[in-house]
């Protein structure tokens, strides 16, 4: 974890065998919504909002891809820490 100028990144990997789909990536995005942090979610090259379901979609990370959590702001590390359980969780889903 990378944290200056209160900026936190992390490390992901996409365990869902579905991807970062609808259901994730909606509750991704509502839990990015609770922090004041801007939250990026980012894949290769592309950075995208992860407070927007839209743009979570827009990078469709297939199964064991891996992506970049980069939150800023006073609440950046909660935000970080609470998006990156959803991950280790599968964001609940048993597969």
Known sequence: ?????????????????????????????????????????????????AKSILDVLTLAAPFGATLEIQAKGSDAKGAVERLEALFLNRFGEER
Do not use: W, Y
């Not at 970062?20 to 995208?48: C, G, K, N, W, Y």
């Open 1 to 49: 974890m990378n944290s200056n100028n209160g900026e936190v990144r992390r490390q992901v990997k996409v365990s869902n065998q579905l991807g970062l789909h609808a259901r994730p990536a909606a509750r991704l995005a509502q839990e990015a919504q609770q922090f004041e942090s801007s939250i990026a979610l980012i894949q290769d090259e592309t950075a995208v909002d």
